[in-house]
């Protein structure tokens, strides 16, 4: 198994720490960046949304791979060798791994969303995504998302491939600090889901799980502050999306 990792970067953040960390896993890779920068290992692309540098970064993996990871530059990968492990004795198509947040809201929802993911990969990660290269081909171009990690996990499961949730690796990242903030994310990434779910069609157990969220999310008030934020942030991408939001960079979202 031949890997090749495609970074992707809004602006020169957390860039030098990331390219780093790979230098020191000893991976080949490419950053995908929307600021210009005098490194061959950076390529610049006008940030246009993530499916969009997906798309384009596709095209600059190298013939001889057959392993792609699909990686953000604001993240500190845990165990990564692990994920390979997995991939490869699984015979998976594609695998996600786990996301780690030491502060803020995000964490208590992840505790509640991961249940769910163990049995049913509702909703991709893409802090980090394994998947063979022929699978990503095949489901290439994106169209323009918001929740293209979710994309890329409905068209694998379209397609009837094994999809891994890996706990063993894991992504540590930053999110919302704030429960305001909480529901401007999650409002986008509802949105996105959303959005995807229009593009494809996973399974009916996943379709009926969206159709049912909205009427669902209320349950999620006994949580206090949180839960509000949570509620209020699903059920605005929820309609968001009803009001035509198709477009694939998060600020485009409608904000009221």
Known sequence: ???FFLVFAR???????????????RVPFLVICGER?????VVYREAKGKYDAINFGAKLIPKDVNTV????????IHNFRKSLQTFERERA?????????????QGLFYLFQD???????????????????????????LEPCKGEDTLILFRVLEQKNKVIFCEDCYCETERTKTEKNEEIYKR??????????????PSPTIRLFYILLPFLSPTLLVLGRKGY????????GFLDYLRGDRSGTWETTYMR
Do not use: H
């Open 1 to 3: 198994m031949k890997e």
């Open 11 to 25: 602006d020169k953040k957390y860039l030098a720490e990331k390219m780093e960390e790979l230098s020191n896993l």
């Open 37 to 41: 920068l005098n490194d061959p290992r």
């Open 69 to 76: 990871i699909l990686n953000d530059v604001d993240t500190k």
């Open 93 to 105: 198509s594609l695998l996600f791994g786990k996301v780690m947040v030491k502060e803020g809201p």
């Open 115 to 141: 249940k769910l993911r163990r049995r049913f990969p509702i909703a991709g990660e893409g802090e980090l995504l394994v998947i063979k290269r022929k699978v990503l081909e095949r489901i290439l171009p």
């Open 188 to 201: 986008k990434t509802v949105a996105g889901i959303y959005q995807a779910l229009s593009y494809t069609d």
């Open 229 to 236: 934020y949570w509620t209020r942030g699903i059920l605005l």
